[in-house]
């Protein structure tokens, strides 16, 4: 899904599409900077600077596990650019079993000021 906003003289195109292999290193900074942006003294700081000493680790891992059959994610791009994902799957409530649910939703703060 693509979508242009034209606001005050400002152009930004949205694109909502699934996660591709080539998004794992985007994903995983993305995580870093929201949880050290969201977290900040409310988990220690210890385990945020381990997100920060892991985050190629954890690329790595992603991409090489990467399977384009189990891929319930997906990505949001502002001007060709990766500033957040969100995961889904179905809903463990059973009452409402034909539906699913978004599980993780996580946006790169600083690129979301324009």
Not at 14 to 20: E, G, L, P, S, V
Not at 26 to 42: C, Q, S
Not at 87 to 93: A, H, I, Q, R
Not at 95 to 100: A, H, N, P, V
């Amino acid at each position: 899904m693509k979508v242009t906003l034209i606001k005050e003289n400002i152009h930004m195109n949205y694109t909502i599409r699934k996660r591709t292999k080539e998004d794992c290193k985007d994903i995983a900074h993305i995580v870093t900077i929201a949880w050290n942006e969201t977290y900040k003294g409310i988990v220690p700081d210890w385990f945020l600077e381990e997100l920060k000493n892991n985050e190629e680790e954890r690329f790595k891992h992603s991409y090489e596990s990467f399977d384009i059959n189990n891929n319930n994610q997906l990505v949001l791009e502002v001007d060709n650019e990766v500033i957040g994902f969100v995961n889904f799957g179905p809903t463990e409530d059973k009452e409402y079993q034909d539906c699913g649910e978004i599980i993780v939703a996580k946006k790169a703060p600083e690129k979301c000021t324009k």
